[in-house]
């Protein structure tokens, strides 16, 4: 009887889980066939004609790629300092428990209120107008949570050992967290925050209203300058291009290579793992 | 101060405790310690696990510092100066009050760089000296010779009792620069016999 539960249960776990694959894989399917055709140098390469009916997608890749860059360049330091100060400095006390749980919050709210937050705080009040500056804070503060929870999670899973030993041995606080603390979670805290990051490099609503441009023919040349950017270009291209319909290709291969970046980033993470994971284990 | 030694009268004393109390939040775990401990000996703390001899050891670094809640009551002198003093520079303390964990607890780096660790933070960056640190400190640990051909091995693959002998070299490394007495003072905990050794 007890065995037959077992089983039934077994073949139920994994069912589902085969199901998660079979949903990955038709995405992935769908868009590769449907996008590969229009993957060539000149695709990428060159800058669309007609309003993107034409031409290639190089200032949307350019523009989500500096909008990564810079989101990473905001998002990470104040991320990982925050989480040093959550895990290694700060007591238990109510008004950290009420720190964490704006935190968890803030990683519950959808991303057009941040498009909404970012319009209101640093396109207007701050005055940086639509520009990747405006655009790249907006993405950092989305991030903000998942990469302090990551690098929190990350921070505490140091061994109590290695802090006890580095303070007997005369260390202060911060010397033992740059020395016995960091080097160790590092491997953690990157790989959480490029996971966040390449899911913020996806999103549209944030940068909607904060940077991205409708059609930009150009590249920028400074940060407050407005770009194009994948996740835009393709919503622009697949809902409001009046050609919409005879364009198919045109969306597949945004798609396929907004995914391709993403996938490169979370190999980048995995990459950065491995090598931290090979240099420190315990 | 303790009233009955089983000192000689003239026989120095590097740590005396008067009368000291220790809580873990709500929870007492040392009752009216009061000990006089003679400075160049080995002194032994023996007795049952879990009746407080490694939080004592703790208390004397005050390693106990790092656990939220827990209160010292009480006077801890070290060298006639007393520890909980306002003002004391616990990290000047600790560097001079060498302590090895019961588990031990090797950096998951080279044994090198965890015999180096101690006198790297504490600025010595010359290589010749560190170098000469690391094998004087090893030898002193009685581990020299099975390790001086893998200094740059990660220090995880050794065996347990490498590793805690290592730990010994790593907290002995620290030692050469602090004041005479200090180098004498070095408290570990042994898993055999079970008791804790000053």
Request: charged share 15%; with cysteine.
């Given at each position: 009887?007890?065995?037959?539960?077992?089983?039934?249960?077994?073949?139920?776990?994994?069912?589902?889980?085969?199901?998660?694959?079979?949903?990955?894989?038709?995405?992935?399917?769908?868009?590769?066939k449907?996008?590969?055709?229009?993957?060539?140098?000149?695709?990428?390469?060159?800058?669309?004609?007609?309003?993107?009916?034409?031409?290639?997608?190089?200032?949307?890749?350019?523009?989500?790629f500096?909008?990564?860059?810079?989101?990473?360049?905001?998002s990470?330091?104040?991320?990982?300092?925050?989480?040093?100060?959550?895990?290694?400095?700060?007591?238990?006390?109510?008004?950290?428990?009420?720190?964490?749980?704006?935190?968890?919050?803030?990683?519950?709210?959808?991303?057009?209120?941040?498009?909404?937050?970012?319009?209101?705080?640093?396109?207007?009040?701050?005055?940086?107008?639509?520009?990747?500056?405006?655009?790249?804070?907006?993405?950092?503060?989305?991030v903000?949570?998942?990469?302090?929870?990551?690098s929190?999670?990350?921070?505490?899973?140091?061994?109590?050992?290695?802090?006890?030993?580095?303070?007997?041995?005369?260390?202060?606080?911060?010397?033992?967290?740059?020395?016995?603390?960091?080097?160790?979670?590092?491997?953690?805290?990157?790989?959480?925050?490029?996971?966040?990051?390449?899911?913020?490099?996806?999103?549209?609503?944030?940068?909607?209203?904060?940077?991205?441009?409708?059609?930009?023919?150009?590249?920028?040349?400074?940060?407050f300058?407005?770009?194009?950017?994948?996740?835009?270009?393709?919503?622009i291209?697949?809902?409001?291009?009046?050609?919409?319909?005879?364009?198919?290709?045109?969306?597949?291969?945004?798609?396929?290579?907004?995914?391709?970046?993403?996938?490169?980033?979370?190999?980048?993470?995995?990459?950065?793992?491995?090598?931290?994971?090979?240099?420190f284990?315990? | 101060?303790?009233?009955h030694?089983?000192?000689?009268?003239?026989?120095?004393?590097?740590?005396?405790?008067?009368?000291?109390?220790?809580?873990?939040?709500?929870?007492?775990a040392?009752?009216?310690?009061?000990?006089?401990?003679?400075?160049?000996?080995?002194?032994?703390?023996?007795?049952?696990?879990?009746?407080?001899?490694?939080?004592?050891?703790?208390?004397?670094?005050?390693?106990?510092?790092?656990?939220?809640?827990?209160?010292?009551?009480?006077?801890i002198?070290?060298?006639?100066?007393?520890?909980y003093?306002?003002?004391?520079?616990?990290?000047?303390?600790?560097?001079?009050?060498?302590?090895?964990?019961q588990?031990?607890n090797?950096?998951?780096?080279?044994?090198?760089?965890?015999?180096?660790?101690?006198?790297?933070?504490?600025?010595?960056?010359?290589?010749?000296?560190?170098?000469?640190?690391?094998?004087?400190?090893?030898r002193?640990?009685?581990?020299?010779?099975?390790?001086?051909?893998?200094?740059?091995?990660?220090?995880?693959?050794?065996?347990?009792?490498?590793?805690?002998?290592?730990?010994?070299?790593?907290?002995?490394?620290?030692g050469?620069?602090?004041?005479?007495?200090?180098?004498?003072?070095?408290?570990?905990?042994?898993?055999?016999?079970?008791?804790?050794?000053?």
């Amino acid at each position: 009887m007890n065995n037959t539960a077992d089983k039934f249960i077994l073949l139920f776990l994994r069912l589902i889980t085969y199901a998660i694959v079979v949903v990955i894989g038709y995405i992935l399917f769908d868009i590769i066939k449907n996008g590969i055709s229009a993957l060539n140098w000149q695709f990428v390469s060159s800058f669309p004609r007609r309003s993107g009916a034409e031409g290639g997608i190089f200032p949307a890749i350019i523009g989500t790629f500096y909008l990564v860059v810079g989101t990473i360049a905001v998002s990470l330091p104040l991320g990982i300092g925050g989480a040093i100060y959550l895990a290694e400095y700060a007591d238990q006390g109510k008004f950290n428990s009420l720190v964490r749980l704006a935190i968890i919050t803030l990683a519950g709210v959808p991303s057009i209120v941040f498009g909404l937050f970012g319009l209101g705080v640093f396109v207007l009040f701050c005055g940086f107008g639509p520009s990747i500056l405006a655009g790249s804070l907006t993405l950092a503060c989305m991030v903000l949570p998942t990469i302090i929870v990551a690098s929190e999670e990350s921070l505490r899973a140091v061994p109590k050992g290695f802090r006890d030993a580095s303070l007997a041995l005369g260390a202060t606080k911060w010397e033992m967290i740059r020395t016995n603390i960091l080097p160790y979670s590092m491997s953690g805290m990157i790989t959480g925050s490029i996971l966040g990051i390449g899911r913020a490099a996806g999103e549209t609503a944030p940068i909607l209203l904060t940077v991205a441009a409708f059609y930009l023919p150009r590249l920028p040349k400074s940060v407050f300058d407005q770009v194009m950017a994948l996740p835009y270009h393709l919503y622009i291209l697949a809902t409001q291009h009046p050609e919409a319909d005879r364009i198919r290709h045109m969306q597949y291969g945004t798609a396929l290579i907004l995914l391709l970046l993403v996938l490169g980033l979370s190999l980048g993470a995995i990459l950065i793992r491995t090598h931290f994971r090979k240099k420190f284990r315990w | 101060m303790v009233e009955h030694s089983i000192y000689p009268k003239d026989m120095e004393m590097v740590i005396t405790t008067n009368q000291v109390n220790f809580y873990y939040g709500p929870t007492q775990a040392l009752f009216d310690i009061s000990l006089l401990i003679p400075a160049k000996q080995v002194t032994a703390l023996i007795g049952p696990s879990g009746c407080g001899k490694s939080t004592f050891l703790r208390c004397l670094n005050r390693m106990n510092d790092t656990i939220p809640l827990s209160r010292v009551i009480g006077n801890i002198f070290i060298n006639q100066k007393n520890i909980y003093a306002p003002g004391t520079d616990v990290v000047e303390l600790r560097k001079e009050v060498g302590m090895v964990f019961q588990k031990s607890n090797p950096f998951p780096k080279s044994i090198f760089d965890n015999v180096a660790y101690g006198p790297r933070i504490h600025g010595e960056k010359n290589h010749t000296r560190l170098t000469e640190i690391v094998e004087q400190s090893l030898r002193q640990a009685a581990i020299w010779d099975e390790v001086k051909d893998r200094l740059h091995a990660n220090a995880m693959g050794l065996s347990g009792g490498q590793q805690q002998r290592l730990c010994i070299a790593r907290a002995l490394a620290v030692g050469p620069k602090s004041c005479s007495w200090t180098s004498r003072l070095r408290p570990w905990t042994q898993n055999q016999p079970r008791g804790s050794k000053i």
